[in-house]
């Protein structure tokens, strides 16, 4: 079974940057990030593979990092060049493909999510 807790999120102003975490617990193989703002559906932001593959939506490039520290127990999401259109909250989720991919069918475990909000 695999818990994953959420933790970083807040309010930035337009440019600004947050750092998101979370804590992952039991066996995985690729973990991503989510988000989802009011009304609208869950979209992929970020994906990394146990194989070491990554997995960035158009809007994340180049703005986004997705990273993990080398016991891969933690996941990161350092979110630089903030804006509006980010606010939603943000989950991280875990499942067994080895290859990072950002297709929701793919995760079957999801943390609670951190709320972040770009005025």
């Known amino acids: 079974h695999v818990q994953l807790v959420e933790s970083g999120g807040g309010s930035a102003q337009t440019g600004g940057s947050l750092r998101l975490s979370c804590v992952v617990s039991?066996?995985?193989?690729?973990v991503a990030w989510f988000r989802q703002a009011p009304g609208t559906t869950r979209e992929g932001v970020a994906g990394?593979?146990?194989?070491?593959?990554?997995s960035y939506a158009e809007f994340a490039e180049g703005r986004f990092t997705i990273s993990s520290n080398y016991a891969k127990n933690m996941l990161y999401l350092q979110m630089n060049n903030l804006i509006p259109e980010d606010t939603a909250m943000y989950y991280c989720?875990?499942?067994?493909?080895?290859?990072?991919?950002?297709?929701?069918?793919?995760?079957?475990?999801w943390g609670q999510g951190t709320q972040v909000t770009v005025s």
């Open positions: 989720a875990a499942g067994g493909s080895p290859a990072a991919t950002l297709r929701l069918s793919k995760f079957g475990y």
């Open positions: 039991g066996d995985h193989r690729m």
């Open positions: 990394l593979g146990d194989d070491g593959s990554t």
